[in-house]
């Protein structure tokens, strides 16, 4: 069906001509100079702030309506105003992620014709989760309607919220198991899913039958369409009291206002220049069912990030030399890859109101086709795309970082996010029906340290600064699984003078069920995907999971005999207490479904370091001691720290003479152990030279190389390899993934 | 009017001073002021309100024989929990969840903070616990959410955690499992095991269960409400105890009443004694619903400055905000509590400067009313916000409390002098001294944008009302370019909370939680067997309520009950809460209504997109509020006269500190301000228990109800 709307004629051609203005000026729609503002510099702060009030109340009419927990319990959601060219004006709190990747959706459909075909009217309300439109994941779904202010469009209102379950080839939202677009769930690309303000029944019934929890989805629509129109009211109260022309005008100036405050602040905040970072993450799933034979079994990102920050302030990040896109979940799109940006960049320096597109607009990623970051097969799964973004922009925050210690404003380093693994079930719940859901309690990691105090504990991701990880009795609602712990990992956030923040364990036992199918994702378990800053040590890398089948924890509970609560200092626990099938599985689960009586563990990750943990003040080591952040043996051999009494009968305390000779024994040793940059250099050289690398690092190296002539062209040069140098491919890739 | 009989006594103590308003039978009101005695309530509720019998001219026996009703309200609970300084208490929980008094859900790391904050990752941090790791002992056993036993309790292990917080002498012992408010009996039987180990050791130690403080799904919150219930509430019963065998001393016949968070009147034998803890603020918020119809703005902000804390609340078109999981000190509760945010901000509190780094710091510990701030000579030695509005003269100090406290100025000079201004090595002492005052108002100014930010609010609809005993003290500084559409305060500011509290009627919440599910095409049987329950739960609610209302005095012709349910979309997690239309269900039709009621609620508040017909409803709680209405105070209303005060209102000329000069300020007594006088800054404004302080270049004038409406200059 062809409709044709002359509200909407010519909105292709206004988006084209204003990104032409902003490529002929360097400002939002060619506004040079923001004429509301100086006209009246009260009234400007005024009015945003109305639109921005509207936007958070929004987001709370939405957290009423829905049922999942991750949008009722822990806020998995935003809602954002747009121009009528799709440009964030005014945004909630919450996922701040969203706020372009629902931009680059309202564009698509503009640039795709959506004014024709299928038309674009009052009451419309349109639906995307297809990350090469605009989104990160199947299952963030975002909603937006137009504004239409008599007869023209004067904007959009959007939202968006993270499912719990996306009726993939596993169940729950993130799909770990998808290795092409074709297993990730349910798709909505850029559907009119709703007429006359109400969402089409048959949209409904879709949706009904194709998820394994439809009611998540469902009232998540209704909650973030319910959003969408108490914005709609509030830019029209306001456009009743300011005018059309007006608000037009100002609600541009927002945007360019955000642009030029982006700019101000990182030129405020950070010394201009280069900087560069590195991370990796590593991917184990050699051996487990249900991989296609299509990608590495494992596998070793690269993941090198450039920064360039410009005298005017404009922030350039490269990723040339990222790996190419693989055949699993991880891959990114360039919405996601923005996405990764804004939330970073609203936690550092948008933080303080006029937060919108302006920001985006102040900043450029360089993302290279056909890497990880900018697949050319839109066949690719991003199902779980963070995993790659979390260290990214993680290695980001560092960087920035960098900016903020060089600068002299050391109260604002922070050595950032990093990746932490999640849980999705599904199966037969408690109820004796069918279920699905992801865990969200993973939005409560650990933090990075800072430099002036330890991460945070348990409180932290970088996609939501908003940590929550909910309560045990809204989980356990809705899965059958009965939480026999959830503490706190000692010692799992980074050592230094300040230590990044812990993360938590949880341990199950299944309950009334025949059989939960448990999943868990974005493992990297061999290398460090996370770093310290100024001497801090990484946090350690994603800890395996500890599996009882058959346990005997009923038998031990009816004889009143201990029972393990998470795997213990020594990791031993589970296997000290309980009887039954053990096992211990590295990267992600995937595994024939469990059932009544089986026990599961799943740990988070910490944050970084920062500063040399030889300095950390003894007196923050024993509280940690004490409160259980970290272990006496870690304090003794990271921090060279000496004790005196006993934790048992609660006389611990620290020696401090021995201490301090210990520690001027252990800087002593340091100093022996070291050798110069160029001794080392030449030692590694001819490793380098000669590949003498671990498979996947040689794999690393020779796809970055192969993809980058640039990455390539700085490879030889650091290291003094002669020009053409290049490792071979020696094996076939055997299809077996064996 | 003196021969007017008082019905209604309402006191009101806060941090630094008790309050007691008495409202008669044609709903006039006098108010008394005395020192708050943190020791012993009692003895400043007394003083309080002998003084406000003085005023009515009426001796203290005769007042208490004459009213019907003491309602006593206070904010002394509430800083003992923000000042830390509460009881040493231990927690037995379910093995493996222990240290979920440190994680806090990772939210309390977050969640009072404002918009702005909340973003800025680097500010996050957890607050302080109540309760010490160590002292936090986890028992094995496993409730479900059916009620279902997954693993048993081990009770060797209650035994052992029991002995060893007894062996720290811990004051009071708290339990909490999780689901324990859908099957109580493992917490039944630990308390049991803790109680026979009490009896043997002859301890006197407390023991606090979840199931009966806070019965209510959410672990986190049910465990902030018990131990916040253990932590601050024990010495406040103690306290009203006191004060009601002191009020039945003097002649009163009745129990002593007190607020519960929702803004209902309730006995001071209410089991639950944190659910009163933030009553005093709420009265504020009360009066303010009572003054919006008066000033026909029904948008309003109340700010309430006391000595030691800063209270702030929203009435939002004439709704009183209600938080169903308040943060309270930053912590978590499932309490429905008219919403307020608090910060410890206050007259009282201590300013310092730190002699190693210069730092300069406001609080959080405040002086008190006992000893008080240095210039009430009574010992104290550490400077506070008081003294420094002593120093630049905008205290009187012959008149402060009426001139019964007399206010040593230079003493408070030398001594602010010597550890602060010498400190940071600056000569001019009164710069210094107003520099700790903007500190003050600009951090109380903070919290009112991160209120309204928080709450995506505009300032400019929305009028701001100040009070508390500092609030017009303070008023012209953290009111400045916030941008309200008005400012009002009070002659009785000082007395507002309390005056709130007496336009509350008594009201009693009982409800249980439940779980009943309607499916949209239930078979009708099933239909009436929903019936019967819904009205045999509201039948035993009523008889609940009734008995405990008779028992506080009231005649059952006298009650009026409202049946309520918390109803939700099956598969929800938010309810809304109904009023019933009807007092019983006597047919599915009738069912229905209230089905139909809910549906329009949910659509008014959600709009109509998010009615998702096709799914059934829930029934998650269920409860009664029986009512009586009580006599309310009238505020008198007077025809505007001339703008300039009578000449007996004047009362000469002081020198103030204003923006780093002396300025000539002129001086006038409050309660000879008449409706339509105006007065310019600089100036001050002077009553027996407040100070209103107006700026050079601002404005005050008295509307025809005699509010103060303060007008900063263009």
Known sequence: MTETNSMTAGLRKRLEESEVLLAETGCYDGITTLECRDMDPLKFETIHMKLRAGCVSAREIARRISASPGVREVGEMVAAIYTPEGDAIAISNGIMVHVHTMSRFIKWMIKNGYEHDPGINPGDIFANNDAFIGTVQVPDVMDVVPIFHEDELVGWAGAVCHELEAGGITPGGDVALAQERFGEGLFICAEKIGLNDKIRRDYVIRCERNLRMPIYWILDEQAKVAACFSMRDRVLELIEDVGVDFYKKISKEFIEEGRRTQLARVRQLTVPGTYRSNTFYGHVTKGKPGFQPLGDPDWLYSIPLKMDIKLDGKIVVDFEGAQPWGYHSMNCTPAGMDGGMFVTLTQHMNFEGLVNDGAWLATQLKLPRGTWTNPDSEFCATATSWALLLPAYGAFQRMLSRGFLARGFLEEVFVGQVNSPMIEMGGISQYGKPFGIAHFECAAAGSGALAIKDGLDTAYVGWNPESDMGNIEIWELDMPMVYLGRSILPNSGGAGKYRGGNAFMSTWVINKSPEVRIVTSEHSSRVFDNAGMCGGYPAPTCQKHRVVRNSNINQRAEQRKPLAHSTGLDQKDLEQFYQGNQQIIEGPHITAPMKEGDIFTHSYNGGGGYGDPLERDPVLILDDIIQGHSSQIHGERVHGIRFKGSMDDETLEIDFLQTQKTRKRLRSERLQGAVPVMKWFEAEKIKVKQGDFAPEVLKMYRAAMDLSEEFGREFRAFWQLENGFAYPEKEQKDINNE | ?714
């Open chain 2, 1 to 714: 009017m003196k021969t007017a009989r008082p019905v209604v006594a309402g006191i009101d103590a806060g941090g630094t001073m008790t309050d007691t308003i008495l409202v008669d039978e044609f709903g006039t009101f006098t108010i008394g002021k005395a020192a708050t005695t943190p020791q012993l309530e009692s003895i400043g509720f007394l003083e309080s309100a002998i003084e406000a019998s003085d005023y009515r001219g009426i001796a203290i026996e005769d007042m208490f024989a004459s009213v019907e009703v003491v309602l006593y309200t206070g904010t002394g609970m509430l800083n003992v929990l923000l000042s830390r300084s509460g009881r040493n208490i231990g927690l037995i929980t379910n093995k493996g969840i222990e240290d979920m008094v440190l994680m806090g859900r990772g939210l309390q790391s977050w969640g009072d903070y404002s918009y702005a904050d909340r973003l800025h990752a680097v500010t996050h941090h957890h607050p302080p616990p109540l309760v010490t790791r160590r002292n936090t002992h986890g028992v094995t056993g496993r409730m479900d959410h059916m009620g279902d036993e997954i693993i048993p309790l081990y009770e060797h292990e209650v035994e052992q955690a029991v002995n060893t917080l007894l062996d720290k002498e811990v004051e009071v012992i708290c339990i909490c499992f999780l689901f324990s408010q859908v099957n109580p009996s493992h917490e039944i039987l630990a308390e049991g095991i803790a109680r026979t180990i009490l009896t043997r050791r002859e301890a006197k130690t407390e023991l606090l269960s979840s199931h009966q403080v806070r019965p209510v799904i959410r672990e986190q919150s049910r465990l902030n409400s018990l131990l916040i219930e253990a932590y601050a509430t024990g010495g406040g019963r103690k306290q009203l105890k006191s004060i009601e065998k002191v009020a039945r001393e003097n002649g009163y016949r009745y129990g002593v009443q007190t607020l519960q968070s929702f803004g209902g009147l309730t006995s001071i034998n209410h089991p639950n004694l944190h659910e009163t803890m933030v009553s005093g603020p709420i009265g504020g918020v009360l009066g303010a619903r009572y003054i919006s119809q008066i000033i026909e703005n029904d948008s309003l902000v109340v700010s309430d400055l006391g000595g030691t804390s800063f209270d702030m609340g929203i009435i939002s078109k004439g709704q009183i905000r209600i938080d169903q999981e308040p943060l309270i000190g930053r912590f978590k509760l499932n309490l429905p509590l008219i919403a307020m945010d608090t910060i410890g901000a206050g007259a009282g509190m201590h300013v310092k400067v730190d002699p190693l780094t210069k730092k300069v710091s406001l609080g959080p510990e405040s002086a008190g009313s006992e000893p008080g701030p240095i210039c009430f000579d009574k010992g104290n030695l550490v400077p506070t916000i008081c003294d420094c509005n002593a120093i630049l003269g905008r205290l009187n100090p012959d008149y402060f409390l009426g001139g019964k406290v007399k206010l040593n100025v230079d003493l408070a000079y030398e001594k602010f002098k010597e550890t602060c201004a010498d400190v940071l090595e600056v000569d001019n002492v009164y710069d210094v001294a107003e520099g700790m005052i903007n500190m003050l108002d600009s951090e109380a100014g903070v919290a009112l944008r991160r209120m309204l930010s928080a709450q995506g609010i505009h300032p400019s609809e929305y009028t701001l009302l100040s009070y508390g005993g500092s609030g017009p003290l303070h008023l012209g500084g953290y009111s400045r370019g916030i941008g309200f559409k008005d400012i009002i305060t009070f002659q009785f500011a000082a007395a507002f909370s309390a005056f709130g509290c007496t336009t509350a009627d008594f009201q009693k919440r009982f409800s249980r939680s439940v779980h009943l599910d309607i499916p949209l095409e239930a078979p009708f049987m099933e239909l009436q067997e929903t019936v019967l329950t819904i009205n045999s739960i509201w039948g035993d609610l009523k008889s609940r309520a009734l008995e405990q209302m008779v028992s506080e005095g009231h005649t059952a012709d006298q009650i009026g009950f409202q049946p309520f349910l918390l109803m939700r979309y099956t598969g929800q997690l938010e309810d809304v809460e109904v009023y019933s239309p009807i007092d019983t269900i006597n047919s599915v039709n009738e069912l229905n209504r209230v089905i139909e009621t809910f549906r329009n609620i949910y659509k008014n508040i959600n709009r109509s997109v998010s009615d998702y017909g096709q799914t059934s409803v829930s029934v998650m709680e269920m409860g009664m509020i029986a009512s009586v209405e009580k006599i309310k105070p009238r505020l008198k209303k007077s025809k505007l006269g001339k703008s300039k005060p009578e000449e007996r209102a004047y009362k000469g000329l002081r020198e103030v500190y204003f923006n780093s000069k002396w300025e000539k300020t002129q001086l006038w007594e409050m309660d000879e301000i008449l409706p339509g006088n105006e007065i310019r800054g600089p100036a001050i404004i002077e009553h027996p228990a407040t100070t209103l302080v107006i700026h050079p270049g601002d404005e005050v004038f008295m509307n025809e109800w005699s509010m103060l409406h303060y007008r900063h200059q263009e």
